[in-house]
């Protein structure tokens, strides 16, 4: 069953722009966190950024500080991952995954072992 849904994905040029969307499907639930994930072909899942849904507190690898931002807008319950000056080792597929539990952060590992709720992600693919 797919609880996330993320659009906002395409072929873009080195330094282009895109902007993701991640908006629950059916039962709403009350994630109180969103995180963004990537896996490119032959390499592990990465976190890129999460941020609580109460707070907007937000988490950035260091790979994407400076050209990503997460947000959030509650009156249309999507999260967004605006990606600027996007780069071919952004390339891969981009999932977002929601967690119910309360935490002291959004972030622990790059597996995202403690989001339970996930999209089927969209392909981001940058390239001349």
């Known amino acids: 069953q797919v609880h996330l849904v993320e659009s906002g994905g395409g072929l873009v040029q080195p330094g282009g722009s895109l902007r993701l969307s991640c908006t629950p499907t059916g039962f709403a639930l009350n994630y109180r966190a969103i995180g963004w994930f990537r896996q490119a072909p032959g390499r592990s899942r990465e976190g890129v950024s999460c941020i609580f849904t109460s707070n907007s507190t937000t988490y950035y690898r260091d790979s994407v500080k400076g050209r990503f931002t997460i947000s959030r807008d509650n009156a249309k319950n999507t999260v967004y991952l605006q990606m600027n000056s996007l780069k071919p080792e952004d390339t891969a597929i981009y999932y977002c995954?929601?967690?119910?539990?309360?935490?002291?952060?959004?972030?622990?590992?790059?597996?995202?072992?403690?989001?339970?709720?996930w999209g089927q992600g969209t392909q981001v693919t940058v390239s001349s």
């Open positions: 995954a929601g967690d119910i539990v309360s935490r002291d952060h959004c972030m622990y590992n790059d597996y995202g072992d403690e989001y339970d709720y």
